[in-house]
């Protein structure tokens, strides 16, 4: 079991930055890669970024690329999402997850997620 656990979501003016944090405890491994997902009101949950946990390869929806940026700090469990140039259309819940294989755009490859923390970007 691996438990994920998010923090640093908010209020935010459009244009600002947000950073979350999603910390991992358990049988965590360096064999897993983790992602960010999100869901907004009435959609579905989509792939935002994602990071090998070994290597370091990092992924990203189109739609932050060059916006958001994902990071992890193996030492420490702790896996990041730099939110910068936020707009509206970022509002969701925003969750973190872990998978060890299958892609990693797709949101039935992972197996472990947390409870989400919620982003709300104002116009």
């Known amino acids: 079991q691996v438990q994920l656990v998010e923090s640093g979501g908010g209020l935010v003016q459009a244009g600002g930055s947000l950073r979350l944090s999603c910390a991992a405890s358990g049988r965590t491994s360096s064999g897993y890669a983790m992602g960010w997902f999100r869901q907004a009101p009435g959609k579905e949950r989509e792939f935002v970024a994602a990071i090998s946990w070994a290597s370091g390869s990092n992924y990203y929806a189109n739609s932050v690329n060059g916006r958001f940026t994902i990071s992890r700090d193996s030492a420490k469990n702790l896996m990041y999402l730099q939110m910068n140039s936020l707009k509206p259309d970022d509002t969701a819940a925003y969750f973190c997850?872990?998978?060890?294989?299958?892609?990693?755009?797709?949101?039935?490859?992972?197996?472990?997620w947390g409870q989400g923390t919620q982003v709300t970007v104002l116009s």
């Open positions: 997850a872990a998978r060890l294989g299958g892609s990693i755009y797709y949101t039935g490859s992972y197996t472990y």
